[in-house]
């Protein structure tokens, strides 16, 4: 049974930086794209960023361009999202996602619905 579990959310201050993590378990991680999307509240999930099996390459979403780098690490199975200059806007539920690497270049990887696995999200809040 595949696994996702994302931590590092919290509440930080505008101007501010937080990383958050996903740690994948119960699937082959190397073969899987992950991703990242957010959803504030009465908003549609967004894509935010994603990183490809081989971890070469990257994509952001135009919001976090910039300000966003996503990384992965296949030892520790794990995907980051290291997050700076965070701004009231970036307030929102953060939602890691797998997605089998031949699906993600069949399809792309910055619509929600091709995703295989999720995981449960992790709260970030900036402050102004």
């Known amino acids: 049974q595949a696994q996702l579990v994302e931590s590092g959310g919290g509440l930080v201050q505008a101007g501010g930086s937080l990383r958050l993590s996903c740690a994948a378990s119960g699937l082959t991680f190397s073969v899987y794209a992950m991703g990242w999307f957010r959803q504030a509240p009465g908003m549609k999930r967004e894509f935010v960023s994603a990183?490809?099996?081989?971890?070469?390459?990257?994509y952001y979403g135009d919001s976090v361009k910039g300000r966003f780098t996503i990384s992965r690490d296949d030892v520790k199975n794990t995907v980051y999202l290291q997050m700076n200059s965070l701004g009231p806007e970036d307030t929102a539920i953060y939602y890691c996602?797998?997605?089998?690497?031949?699906?993600?270049?069949?399809?792309?990887?910055?619509?929600?619905?091709?995703?295989?696995?999720w995981g449960q999200g992790t709260q970030v809040t900036v402050s102004s």
């Open positions: 990183i490809g099996w081989n971890g070469e390459t990257k």
């Open positions: 996602a797998a997605i089998y690497y031949t699906t993600a270049q069949a399809l792309g990887v910055r619509q929600d619905d091709v995703y295989d696995y």
